[in-house]
């Protein structure tokens, strides 16, 4: 199947609310219609003909110290994984860090679970960004809906405020 990409300020449809009033900030993202049932990245990879390496994953993570919980963004290329307990943890400063529960990655950010993207995150949640990200051309990533994907430049991901980039896995 052929993906109809086009300028993801034309169609503030295909994005969830905090996406669609983040993405005329955005220089060069691009929005394509998908069957939400295929959001999840491997399925998704194989149905419309995108390779692994060229589509990123955003992780929610929760990271802990002294009873206070805060959330962070990590943008991996799919052929990665990142490294919670190491270099994500240690980064955050946070005594434990994990993967964020999907009721609450689902009610903070305001994205559906399976589409969230470091595009319209809450401004005080940093965004990791693996370099692997940063240095591609574009890469497919949610759009905070099951029933999307935007593709944007690399360098555009760790060019968002509160972006940092950093080598995430081991």
């Known amino acids: 199947m052929t993906l109809h ?11 969830a609310d905090p ?12 929005v394509t219609e998908i069957d939400p049932d295929l959001a999840d990245t491997a399925a998704f990879c194989e149905r419309y003909g995108v390779r692994l390496d060229e589509s990123a994953n955003c992780v929610v993570v929760a ?3 002294g009873g206070e919980t805060r959330y962070a ?13 190491g270099v994500v943890r240690k980064h955050l400063d946070a005594r434990k860090a994990s993967f964020a529960p999907m009721a609450d990655a689902v009610e903070l950010t ?27 051309p574009r890469v497919v990533i949610g759009s905070g809906l099951r029933r999307s994907k935007l593709a944007v430049p690399g360098a555009t ?12 896995t081991t």
């Open 63 to 65: 990271a802990r110290r």
């Open 19 to 30: 996406v669609a009033l983040a993405v005329p900030g955005i220089e060069g993202a691009e």
């Open 157 to 168: 991901l760790a060019g968002l405020k509160g972006a940092e980039v950093l080598s995430l």
């Open 110 to 136: 305001g994205m559906e679970y399976g589409g969230i993207t470091p595009i319209g995150l809450p401004g005080d949640w940093p965004i990791l960004v693996d370099a692997h990200v940063a240095g591609h």
């Open 73 to 85: 963004a990590c943008m991996v290329l799919a052929t990665m994984r990142v490294d919670v307990n």
């Open 5 to 15: 990409w086009v300028p993801a300020t034309d169609r503030g449809d295909l994005l």
